[in-house]
């Protein structure tokens, strides 16, 4: 049975509220009391009021409590690639090995266990919410309902054909009819998600730019990440992808642009101006050699910058810890400047800035009274992370997601790390994941060799 008033007892605890938040709270000995999904109070632990002193107690005493990441740019059923083509570029890991496998094998039971598989992985890694681009959005959808999380779903659209759609108006009708069965569920949020500007043409992305406007909905898409797409539209449009995209009306404050690599500073200016968000994802961005994106010059020029994991297939972790700690490395790198991403910012760029880049920064992103009890208890206690003198660096520096031992979904329990280092989750059985991992694996493995 799940309780529906407890409180949490924790060593430290990080709002992230941007509301009281200028001097980078870190709040020490101070409880959280939830109440059916949300957050009723934050109190010292002595100060627990007289309405609440009877509810169960979840000992946290060697932890730090922070809100729920916020992974956001993924393709979670890319999960069962994970390792399957490494150390290619971009165009011909996708040319070459990637569609040709989608081409084969992506289905509904494809994206359904991929989805299930990336699920567990990130709540396991203290991930409560991601935003997701991919083909069958329902199966999606229902690994994540069994899972508990929150999903962002991109509802995508191509200008050619997949074993998902025929034509761009397949995708659409079809994505638009996942969005009407699922719109009023508290734990599901769209958008489109025309996949980048080498693959939609004009006359798509300004249908769905209408669309997007008529339905509430925004647009998550792939921009700048290579040089190669650059120079691709300056052959075939005469322009950089930003300048075409923002002249068909996709640019705006309810877009998000995963990687953002390749952005010069008036580009910078211009996404600041017209208020669209960047999903920086630094591991994928190594990995495909795409290059190092100007992650603090975006956040100087004001750009709401969060941070994504792409699909398992070019990172192989869904793992928001590894991005934090190295995003704050490459920007100090890129800057030349020890300054340039300090770990509390790092650290809201994996909540609150993406809750804001989907809208969600009323009910998530943060440990604020009103707001959802998504939330992640990560224990520093252990040898490797002593001795401890700022837990918000330690975070980022210092820690990992083998460290996370609770997380909640609008106050579940959907994840717990065991005394003994076992790995628990509400509704999923961990053999059951193993076994669908390894199922997939021989399909894969035998058509691959």
Not at 89 to 115: R, T, Y
Not at 131 to 153: C, L, S, W
């Amino acid at each position: 049975m799940v309780d529906t008033h407890f409180i949490i007892k924790a060593r430290w605890v990080i709002p992230i509220d941007a509301n009281v938040d200028a001097n980078h709270t870190l709040l020490e000995q101070h409880a959280v009391l939830v109440e059916a999904g949300q957050i009723k109070a934050i109190v010292p632990k002595t100060d627990i009021p007289a309405w609440a002193a009877d509810w169960p107690v979840v000992d946290c005493s060697q932890h730090v409590l922070i809100p729920g990441l916020i992974n956001l740019h993924a393709h979670s059923s890319m999960n069962l690639l994970k390792g399957y083509a490494d150390d290619y570029a971009l165009m011909p890991w996708l040319n070459e090995h990637i569609w040709p496998a989608e081409k084969h094998w992506v289905s509904k039971s494809f994206v359904h266990d991929g989805s299930l598989l990336a699920s567990a992985e990130m709540l396991s890694g203290g991930v409560t919410t991601f935003n997701d681009m991919y083909f069958f959005p329902q199966a999606t959808i229902e690994a994540v309902k069994r899972a508990g999380m929150r999903a962002h779903i991109g509802l995508t659209v191509l200008d050619f054909p997949t074993n998902y759609a025929a034509t761009a108006n397949d995708y659409i009708r079809l994505g638009t009819e996942v969005r009407d069965q699922y719109k009023t569920d508290p734990h599901i949020s769209f958008s489109f998600a025309p996949h980048a500007p080498y693959t939609v043409s004009d006359q798509t992305f300004e249908q769905i730019s209408t669309l997007s406007e008529q339905l509430n909905l925004g647009i998550h898409t792939h921009l700048h990440e290579t040089q190669a797409e650059i120079a691709h539209s300056l052959e075939q449009y005469g322009i950089r992808p930003l300048q075409r995209l923002r002249a068909l009306g996709v640019i705006g404050p309810a877009t998000v642009l995963a990687h953002g690599v390749h952005l010069e500073t008036q580009e910078l200016e211009s996404l600041s101006t017209l208020g669209a968000h960047i999903a920086h994802c630094p591991s994928s961005n190594l990995k495909l050699a795409s290059g190092i994106a100007p992650v603090a010059a975006a956040l100087r020029a004001g750009i709401n910058v969060g941070l994504g994991t792409d699909g398992a297939a070019s990172n192989n972790r869904v793992d928001m810890w590894q991005e934090m700690h190295t995003a704050a490395l490459l920007a100090k790198v890129a800057d030349q400047n020890a300054e340039a991403l300090p770990a509390y910012q790092a650290l809201e760029m994996a909540t609150l800035h993406g809750a804001r880049a989907l809208g969600l920064q009323d009910k998530i992103g943060s440990i604020a009274v009103g707001k959802q009890a998504d939330l992640v208890a990560i224990r520093l206690d252990d040898l490797n992370s002593l001795p401890c003198f700022d837990p918000i660096s330690h975070l980022v520096y210092v820690a990992g997601r083998e460290q996370v031992t609770h997380t909640w979904v609008d106050g579940e329990l959907r994840y717990q790390r065991t005394v003994d280092g076992q790995s628990q989750f509400a509704g999923m059985e961990t053999e059951e994941l193993r076994s669908i991992a390894l199922q997939w694996q021989l399909k894969l493995q035998s058509a691959h060799s």
